[in-house]
């Protein structure tokens, strides 16, 4: 087959372990930087140029895209698709889970815990809602965060006040949550690929760190998840439209609470913690549904 890897960056851990495991099962495969891209859409004609050349026989598009790139990423996604070619990620499941409100709302609409989250975009209204999320600390997160930059922990009202003016002064668009003790600085990460778990590791935030992200310095062990997380873990996957995810969820006594559900999920965190090859399912998914 010819896959074509959606990439900004043919050194990056994830896209050359793709790379290999798509050359290990005898495929063509080749890096396109979808930043690169340039699209010719005619009446019954949908094409992509990638520097000057109109690609042509591609089977499938592995898009791996970052946060920056999201919207020209999900419109080169879409090109292809429109194509007849086979994406493992849906232009509109990417376009949802970059939104940690959308997100949440679809989640929450379709009966996944979440932890307990408040919008207010008003001057007048923001102390009552502070009040709406519970006690002390909160979370304030910035929608279009990612690597656990712009998750803050406020310790108090007046403290959450300042924080929420200097962010609408801004016009940065954030959200109020509960913030979960019981999660002690570490969430788990469950990669999803086609509703099958393929890897699990729990991130421990390092010390005086609340955030456990890998970028941010935590360390990561492998863990084994009860059945109800298991199917609550596919479920938020489900629910968001993605073939591959990575699910973040923090473990409670009354059940998983789902954070987020990551559509470009990063594969060395998790294929160095679980030495499972990952890129392997990914490709054999495509293998079998391209
Ligand atoms: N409501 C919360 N309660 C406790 N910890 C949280 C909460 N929200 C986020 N965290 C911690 O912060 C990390 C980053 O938050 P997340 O919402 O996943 O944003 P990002 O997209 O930046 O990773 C999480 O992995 C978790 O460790
Ligand atoms: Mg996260």
Redesign the pocket.
């Known amino acids: 087959m010819n896959i074509a890897i959606l990439s900004r960056n043919a050194a990056l851990y994830s896209t050359r372990s793709l790379v290999n495991a798509a050359y290990r099962r005898n495929h063509n495969v080749r890096v396109i930087d979808h930043m690169n891209c340039d699209l010719v859409i005619d009446s019954g004609d949908m094409a992509v140029y990638y520097q000057g050349e109109r690609l042509e026989g591609i089977d499938a598009i592995i898009p791996r895209i970052g946060a920056t790139a999201t919207g020209h990423g999900a419109a080169v996604i879409r090109q292809f698709k429109a194509q007849g070619i086979y994406s493992t990620l849906d232009p509109d499941a990417l376009l949802l889970s970059r939104d940690?409100l959308s997100c949440l709302q679809a989640l929450s609409a379709n009966g996944v815990s979440i932890?307990r989250s408040v919008i207010s975009k008003n001057y007048y209204t923001m102390p009552s809602m502070i009040d709406e999320v519970g006690d002390m600390p909160i979370?304030i997160?910035m929608i279009k965060?990612?690597?656990?930059?712009?998750?803050i922990l406020s310790e108090s009202k007046k403290n959450a006040e300042s924080i929420l003016e200097a962010f609408y002064k801004a016009k940065e668009k954030v959200m109020l949550?509960?913030?979960?003790?019981e999660?002690k600085?570490?969430?788990v990460r469950v990669f999803i690929v086609n509703d099958e778990i393929v890897g699990v590791m729990k991130?421990q935030?390092k010390e005086g760190e609340?955030?456990?992200?890998l970028h941010?310095g935590?360390s990561s062990t492998i863990i084994k998840l009860t059945d109800e997380e298991e199917q609550i873990a596919r479920k938020a996957a489900r629910v968001m439209g993605l073939k591959i995810a990575g699910v973040?969820m923090?473990q409670t006594s009354e059940g998983p609470?789902i954070?987020?559900v990551?559509a470009s999920p990063g594969l060395e965190g998790i294929e160095t913690t679980t030495k499972v090859d990952i890129s392997g399912k990914i490709i054999d998914m495509v293998q079998r549904s391209a």
């Open positions: 940690k932890p979370v997160k965060g990612t690597h656990g930059l712009g998750v949550q509960e913030f979960i003790h999660a600085g570490a969430d991130r935030a609340f955030r456990s992200n941010r935590a973040d923090l609470l954070l987020e990551n």
